[in-house]
């Protein structure tokens, strides 16, 4: 009987031992896992059940145990019946294409290469009867302060042969304003208007009625001073004083945005003031042919004087002044000869409109304090009724 009890219970044993073996051996290939302390543990894992789709992914949790860091945190045990159900429920993870410029993809996103390029933009017809119209419209960016104009800046020549840039000076005033737009209008044609603060503080209805012809509106200080000169060479914030209230001038004259264009008085150009304008992502501009028309007297001479200079340059940006009655009579004329020529006019937009600072708007406020009831235009105040 001994015998018996004693074999019965090595077989015992060894049967024993060998689930231990299969128990350990099923352990290992089992689907848990495990972490040893708090970093996470990514798998993909697919269920065998499961198409070959997209794999799905589990993170370990990566906080430790309570009881101590060091136990073993366990990663959440997902069934294949489990993964299956979810994957129904969830919507499928994205795939993640290869970088495109340090950047992430989504696999089936168009990439920039495969969009489409943007439909160019038409130039409208024009509706007047012989009107010359525009050749191009460009957008001038104006981050860092850009320079145009070769007479000081030989950086940016956008204009192609027989192309001209129309630009105006120390408006906006009564009849020549007006007179030049008129002009501008019959043709079709667009320009750029650099108004100075005290003059569209004055004739705020002008400065609507250029803005509301579609024309670029930009500054030419507040009071047409020289900054190259004392006391403003010498005091920056004065200099800087006469830029920023004609910015705000303007703006508050035109009532909506004005481009961040810029034209010094005299075409004096001082460094330091060059500098602030970059600061503040304003374009300077000079000018390729100076007309030279506050120097003139008559219409012919200002149309002598532009057509001339362009036969030896060939294009470039005109300065003229919208301020001088002469060159208000010479426009229609002008404009004739320029299309006659073969010369096409290309109109300048700003990327974004300029930003005031408010301090100089308050201080326009105050230079305007005496006029803030008289808002109405000259023809709406005063007519005549017998001449």
């Not at 501008?184 to 509301?212: N, R, S, Y």
């Amino acid at each position: 009987m001994r015998v018996v009890v004693v074999v019965i219970g090595a077989l015992v044993t060894l049967g024993l031992a060998a689930f231990g073996v299969v128990a350990a051996q099923k352990a290992t290939s089992s689907p848990l896992a495990f972490v040893s302390g708090p970093a996470p543990r990514v798998e993909a894992i697919t269920p065998a059940a499961a198409a070959p789709t997209a794999p799905v992914v589990r993170v370990a949790d990566a906080r430790p145990a309570a009881t101590s860091p060091t136990t073993l945190a366990t990663v959440p045990t997902i069934s294949a019946a489990s993964t299956n159900a979810a994957a129904a429920a969830a919507p499928a993870p994205m795939r993640l294409a290869q970088k495109t410029g340090g950047t992430a993809v989504a696999a089936g996103t168009p990439t920039a290469s495969a969009e489409p390029p943007p439909a160019e933009r038409k130039m409208p017809a024009c509706d007047k009867p012989g009107g010359m119209g525009l050749a191009r419209v460009v957008e001038i960016d104006t981050t860092g302060g850009p320079g145009f104009g070769f007479e000081h800046f030989k950086q940016y020549d956008f204009l192609r042969d027989k192309e001209v840039v129309l630009t105006f000076d120390d408006g906006p005033w009564p009849e020549n304003t007006p007179a030049v737009l008129k002009a501008l209008t019959d043709q079709c044609v667009k320009a750029t208007f650099f108004e100075i603060g005290e003059h569209a503080m004055w004739h705020p209805e002008i400065a609507k009625e250029v803005a509301a012809a579609g024309m670029t509106i930009g500054s030419h200080t507040w009071s047409h001073k020289d900054l190259a000169k004392n006391p403003y060479a010498s005091d920056i914030e004065k200099a800087k004083q006469e830029i920023e209230m004609g910015v705000s001038a303007v703006h508050m004259a035109v009532g909506g945005p004005i481009a961040p264009f810029f034209r010094f008085p005299d075409l004096q150009h001082p460094p330091q003031m060059m500098s602030y304008l970059a600061e503040r992502n304003i374009a300077t501009f000079s000018t390729d042919l100076d007309s030279f028309d506050f120097k003139l007297r008559k219409p012919e001479q200002v149309i002598k004087s532009v057509m001339s200079k362009l036969e030896k340059r060939g294009k470039g940006i005109i300065l003229m002044h919208d301020f001088q009655r002469h060159t208000a009579e010479a426009m229609p004329e002008l404009l004739r000869q320029l299309r006659a020529g073969g010369y096409k006019v290309v109109h300048m937009v700003a990327h974004a409109p300029v930003t005031t600072l408010p301090q100089y708007d308050d201080m326009v406020r105050q230079q305007d304090k005496l006029s803030v009831t008289n808002t109405r235009p000259v023809s709406s105040v005063v007519k005549t009724i017998s001449e």
